[in-house]
């Protein structure tokens, strides 16, 4: 018997959304019930983020009967908590890609990021989310040798990948678009967009209900058997029973599975948003609704919401612990950015769990034949989560194809074994983020 945790910060409260933007703005309030009793089904579902909400549609379009489980309501993790951003390609650029797994994986690993961002698009589309999709992203460059590497990469994307959705900016051009003294140049991909995280979680979810997957909420995860073949899973209240399990808890695993959580750590980032600036001085600060990623290693990302508030994340912490004062704590980072913005009024701050890889890949394998995982996306899950409930689908059905890309990818376990690799990432991340702070 594998068994779970239970996983809440001091700032987070069972059963309920984070006090966010996003929870403020959301489309609707989730009232799933709590697993009560026994339940069949071809397939059972552990977290209910992008990947098991994309899962648990896919797989009740393809006419099995679905039962996903979520400890706490639809979207409460990193999958209603994020930046929103719709990026190109993997969290890896193709060159390095390219060196790591052959430039066959690496076109095929480009090809389904493509699909990634289609997906969320076409899902949004087909079944009218109303999550705010916006095009394009800006990627602002912190030091003058990276916005040249941004540039030959570019054209690197366009040569070999057919990309060319790219315009590259000189730091003229930058500050034209971005009302910040801190860049040296940047790209702009107009095949990227942004979207309302928690409203994309949360329309993924009325499809899958609506396609036939049933949805439990407040049903944490105790344990799991696999005898034969046979999957029982267990939680306070119930247990379910399938031929098939899909573990799609990202951060938020805990002890359910030593073998995914050796090589998937939990990290925290954190976002703040302002007060209402006016459509004025909103454009003036980010032109063309555009959302913005930098190139520091502790990444800065920001972008202005309908209303015409500025929401920037940034700052890490490592394990489950949060800052006691996460407005202040963002604040840092965004006065780097923007000074003009220093005494601007703070009107919701919170933070969200992700999950991370050695590689930075994501972490897609079988622990048996009939067992699935997909986590470690490593803040670049929005589209790349989704579409890993896609591959889950095909792969339960027999076309596994396309999972086997990121099965090939290989992702070593963290070093120092389950006492020690917290302080070694803490040490690593401490050093780079001196190095983002001296300008490195």
Known sequence: MLKSLDLLTANDKPGEHAASWYAATASHRTSYPALRGNVDADVVIVGGGY?????????????????????????????????????????????????????????????????????????????????????????????????????????HLARNYGYHHIEVLSREAIRARLASPLYHGGAFDTGAGHVHALNLALGIGLAAEAAGARIFETSTVTGYNNDNGQITVTTAAG??????????????????EPKITARVMPINNFIIVTEPLGAERAEALIRGGVAVADSKFVINYFRMTPDHRLLFGGGETYGYRFPADIAEFVRKPLKSVFPQLADVRIDYGWGGTLAITPKRMPYFNRLAPNIFNASGYSGHGVAMATLAGRLIAEAVTGNAGRFEVFERVRIPAFPGGARMRFPLLLLAMTWFSLRDRLGF
């Open 51 to 155: 990947t098991g909400l994309s899962s648990a549609l896919h797989l009740a379009e393809a006419g099995l009967s679905v039962v996903l489980l979520e400890a706490h309501r639809i979207g409460w993790g990193a999958s209603g908590r994020n930046g929103g951003q719709v990026g190109s390609g993997q969290r890896l650029d193709q060159i390095t890609l390219e060196d790591m797994v052959g430039k066959s994986d690496a076109r095929l690993l480009w090809d389904l990021a493509e699909d990634s961002k289609a997906i969320v698009r076409e899902l949004i589309g087909k079944h009218q989310i109303a999550c705010d999709y916006r095009p394009g992203i800006l990627y602002a460059d912190h030091r003058p040798d990276i916005a040249r590497e941004h540039a030959d990469y570019a054209e």
């Open 239 to 256: 247990h379910v029973t399938a031929r098939h399990l899909v573990l799609a808890c990202n951060g938020y695993l805990g002890r359910l």
